[in-house]
């Protein structure tokens, strides 16, 4: 079946840093990739979604500086959190859906973000 | 739009016993239904879906759910669980055309005590 690869899993860093999240569809061409934030014991947040080759749209409210997006192949889509502050800290998820696929998305596994 | 409701935040259960885990939406249109299963640190993982025909849905893992459209429900359950079926589990529902995002219900914290 399709697999979506995130990476890392958990990272950590220090406030004012950026960090760069990867989500890469293994069997199968992405054309869209949405990007969700989780809090703990919540629901997913949709951030974004990002076409290939085009600017991601972003969801109200998100801050398309803070949180850059791009989406430059089929199977590649990565979310860089810069200036990263302890507030951002948070569960990311990635997911993706392939051409012509009307139904079932795949999700990354995540990654753990924390700012210290 | 669309919406849906979780009922519960959180079923707790003993092992081998039945669950039911409730799901009901909210459409002008009609939708696509889901329900996808979390394990703790990790991302989500479709256990069935309804695309349309028969009403009731088998999915992964012994998961079954029913659609009753004039209920507008969607309610997944389960005969018997497992200690390692202990996760969040989302309902989740998207329009017919239109746009494809989905919509998650604010998820259900299923704990199996042995």
């Known amino acids: 079946g399709a697999v979506v690869s995130q990476h890392p899993s958990r990272v950590i860093c220090k406030s004012g840093t950026s960090v760069k999240i990867e989500c890469r569809s293994l069997?199968?061409?992405?054309?869209?990739m949405f990007w969700y934030r989780q809090f703990p014991k919540q629901s997913l947040m949709l951030m974004a979604t990002?076409?290939?080759?085009?600017?991601?749209?972003?969801e109200q409210g998100v801050e398309k500086d803070k949180f850059l997006i791009n989406h430059a192949s089929l199977t590649l889509s990565t979310l860089t959190v810069t200036s990263a502050h302890p507030e951002d800290s948070s569960f990311y998820i990635c997911s993706a859906r392939a051409s012509g696929e009307d139904y079932g998305y795949t999700f990354g596994s995540g990654t753990r973000l924390t700012v210290v | 739009a669309q919406s849906v409701t979780q009922l519960d935040s959180q079923v707790p259960v003993f092992e081998e016993a039945p669950v039911e885990l409730r799901c009901n939406y909210s459409s002008s249109v009609s939708v696509y239904l889901f329900w996808y299963v979390q394990y703790p640190n990790q991302g989500l993982q479709l256990l069935l879906k309804?695309?349309?025909?028969?009403?009731l849905v088998k999915g992964i893992n012994g998961f079954e759910a029913e659609f009753n459209k004039s209920q507008t429900s969607f309610h997944l359950r389960k005969p018997s669980v497992h200690i390692s079926d202990t996760a969040e589990y989302f309902c989740a529902v998207r329009a017919l055309g239109g746009s494809y995002i989905p919509t998650f219900g604010r998820g259900t914290s299923l704990i199996v005590h042995p």
């Open positions: 069997d199968f061409q992405a054309t869209t």
């Open positions: 990002s076409n290939e080759g085009s600017k991601a749209t972003y």
């Open positions: 309804y695309l349309s025909g028969s009403t």
